[in-house]
Nanobody, 117 residues
Framework: QVQLVESGGGLVQAGGSLRLSCAASGRTCSTYDMGWFRQAPVKEREFVASISWSGGTKYYADAVKGRFTISRDNAKNTAYLQMKSLRPEDTAIYYC??????????WGQGTQVTVSS
């Protein structure tokens, strides 16, 4: 139905910034809500941020509020996660997800973010 591909992960020092991208294909995601999740070693996957299909509604996990910004460009079928003031505890595999019915139906393969101190 839809395919999601994340990119932009890498290694960064604490206090640095990184921008993740999520490109959608197969079917337009212009009417889909988009979200970012992450999973660190020995931890469960957790919600990071989401954005409505119109871009008018955004949610952030408390751990990233004020540091991360989610956005989307529907013309490019792409969602973004701008991360700043990164901390070692932000180290995780970051996953992009999409929904058109209230459930997170579609997932990307993940991109690794490693923050060193």
């Amino acid at each position: 139905q839809v395919q999601l591909v994340e990119s932009g992960g890498g290694l960064v020092q604490a206090g640095g910034s990184l921008r993740l991208s999520c490109a959608a294909s197969g079917r337009t995601c212009s009417t889909y809500d988009m979200g970012w999740f992450r999973q660190a070693p020995v931890k469960e996957r957790e919600f990071v941020a989401s954005i409505s299909w119109s871009g008018g509604t955004k949610y952030y996990a408390d751990a990233v509020k004020g540091r991360f910004t989610i956005s989307r460009d529907n013309a490019k079928n792409t969602a973004y996660l701008q991360m700043k003031s990164l901390r070692p505890e932000d180290t995780a595999i970051y996953y992009c997800a999409a929904t058109d019915n209230g459930s997170w139906n579609y997932w990307g393969q993940g991109t690794q973010v490693t923050v060193s101190s």
